[in-house]
């Protein structure tokens, strides 16, 4: 009589521990599936935005180097404005926005923040760079 009884207890037992692990995997399962989803969304941003900061960068730096009212000079400064206006405010952070309006005053003649060209274009890289690795969680970034 007791084995028989200890052999249903077993069972119950096995049975609930079975149904506790099938729940378990099922749950971790579900948040695998959620955390996918959610890094090939955050992907494209975050690809997006490293896009967009190259250009951003690339434009600044043509900005500081180039003859102003060369062709090269004439494009950088227009794809400039299109960032600053446009498609970089959908990525940008605080600190990237603020060197872009930074660089924006000073080609509107008000150096106010930085001290030319050449040095505003290098503080809008930076930001940039701080702004990915937090982006990115690469710590490494940042120096």
């Known amino acids: 009589m007791d ?7 077993i069972g119950a037992v096995v049975a609930l521990g ?5 729940i378990a995997n099922y749950l ?3 948040r695998r599936d959620v955390e996918t989803r959610n890094l090939e969304a955050r ?7 490293l896009d967009l900061y190259t250009d951003a960068t690339r434009a600044g730096a043509k900005l500081a180097t ?10 950088a400064l227009s794809r400039f404005w299109e960032l600053y206006w446009g498609e970089l405010s959908m990525v940008e952070n605080r600190e990237v926005e603020a060197a872009m309006k930074q660089m924006g005053d000073c080609l509107n ?3 106010a923040g930085c001290s030319s060209l050449e ?13 990915l690795a937090e982006s990115w969680g690469v710590p490494d970034w940042r120096y």
């Open 3 to 9: 084995l028989e009884k200890t052999l249903k207890w």
């Open 18 to 22: 079975g149904l506790a692990l099938g």
């Open 28 to 30: 971790a399962t579900a």
């Open 43 to 49: 992907k494209q941003y975050l690809t997006r935005q």
């Open 66 to 75: 180039a003859k102003p009212g060369s062709p090269e000079y004439a494009k």
């Open 109 to 111: 003649g008000r150096c």
């Open 119 to 131: 040095r505003c274009s290098l503080d809008l890289a930076h930001a940039c760079r701080r702004s």
